[in-house]
């Protein structure tokens, strides 16, 4: 009973900690329909400030306090000044993006400053514990408590009574009809960032000392927190976001209590799943509330695309393709292989996200899903590695689609949170499934890459191989594109209403599309399996899947050449200033900054 109690406390304590994440997230949802990911590197950046002041400064805890939300609020003001406002008139996807790319820049810029080598932040609190009926609660967990409950109360006073208060309302309700009514909406979005920015950052500060560390890795999982209890509230919804963590808190400790540690996160994204599907706008979002609008927009017009000619396109294969025959190195064909294993990733974004419309964000499980199965069975079944590695296209095409087919209702920022959770989810499936997946350890030994008995182990026939796939999976994809079923797909991308009134089934053109990109995605991880020889839970994370979102931007969404072009110019530019290989998170994110700003219909355009 006692061990209930703590395990009841470490809930709330743990979900007064996703509250200020969530009601910062709910906040900016509010005013400005974005989803924050640049929420958790702010929270970061408030852990590593805090630490400067108590490890190197020495400041009283209440000091510390303020330094950090003083300085995490200046950061969030920073970033809406000069990250998002210039994009205040473009299609939802582009502040998202953007977003993206300034966590990927705020994230390596700390870990640049502080080396990726963990730290300890001591709590400046007595380690004392206090008996409360059967458990323990201590100094700290009481200050998290406080800190929580203060903020909300002060929030609710600000929002309820002070006039910048209503005007945030007023620009929550319609921000169209606030700006008639005289609110300066951009007043309001500084406030909202720099109130957002200085409860994320506080909170990096408490959950440091709760852990007594603290590391560069700590944002995403901020991040992906935040948004699981905002959405689980109903994003947008303050009170919701509240409630949200306290709930999220409370089912991950009592799963920890009941399963183990490992399950901790499974279970934030199956409730996650769970309320998408249930209440897609959350427990707490008013059942009046519009549909939200697309991340592509509705009628939104095509770019005009660089047409590539066909003879040029000719020639670029065929130039790539004797490649081999000159005397180039070894490093030049082992980046080539890399372009062309991510440009399979990239046909098969560019046909869900850019064809159809729907923003992924956990395509990365694909990859994992294709080369598990390649592995095991050419690993514990001696299938022969081609055929295994169809196998693993065809099981990614099935299994991906099965399990992202709840989403297919979902409209907005809530299709990309449902393919995060979902990516989240069959990674921590791959963790815990030891039996199958063998767990932590990981399958190594896998086979190499063979064809009708021979195997491919030199770099160039790994290479020939590899293009001819890519080359293979590009036509098709040109040829689905050019038929009436790509027509189709890019009418439910620009209009769904429209397209349903037409008499299109939206689920079943979804179900094709990610059929399609499941399988180049899941041939791409066999692949890839084989290469490396060993794989495990980590080999294809969420970072994998914004790189490739990152390449099809770069290429022009839904442009079939612009996603190789993209692979080959995001894998290459940073080998060729290989001297600054640990920048290369940081030029991911400066590239997608750039792009979302000037370029956003990528490099030959948006089809």
Known sequence: MSSWLDYTINGLIVGNVYALVAVGLALIFGVSRLINFAQGSIYLVGAYIGWVAVVQLHTPLPLTIIVVAVAAALVGLIIERFGLRPLQNSVRIAPLLATIGISFVLDQLVMLTFSPNPRALPSQLPDVRFQVGGGTIGPLDLLIAGVGITSAVLLFVFLRYSKLGWAIRATAQDRDAAMQMGVDVNRVNQAVFGIAAALGGVSGLLVGMYYNQIDTAMSLQATLKGVVAEVVGGAGNVPGAVVGSLLLGLVESY???????????????LLLVLVLVLRPNGLFASARQAPPEPLTGTFIAPSRPVRVPRWALLVAVGGFAILPFFPVSFYVLQTLINAWLLGMLALSLTLVAGTIGQVSLGHAALLAIGAYTSALLSLTLSVPVGLAIIAGGLMSAALGTALISPSFRLRGHYVSIATL???????????????????????????????????????????????????????????????HLGRSFRAIRDDDIAARAYGLSLNRYKSLAFIFGGFAAGVSGGIAAHLYSYINHETFNTQQSILALTVVILGGLGNVVGAVVGSVALVGLPEVFRIAAEYRILIYGIVLLLLVRFRPQGLLGTI
Request: charged fraction near 10%.
């Open 255 to 269: 799963g920890v209590a009941v399963f183990g540690t490992s399950y901790r996160n499974l279970f934030a994204f």
């Open 421 to 483: 959770a979902i990516g989240e989810i069959v990674s921590l499936v791959i963790l815990n499934w030891e039996s199958v997946t063998r767990g932590p350890i990981g399958i190594s030994g896998i086979p190499p890459l063979s064809l009708f008995g021979y195997d491919l182990i030199s770099a160039t026939s790994i290479y020939w191989f590899s293009f001819a796939v890519m080359v293979v999976l590009a036509l098709l994809q040109a040829r689905l594109l050019g038929s």
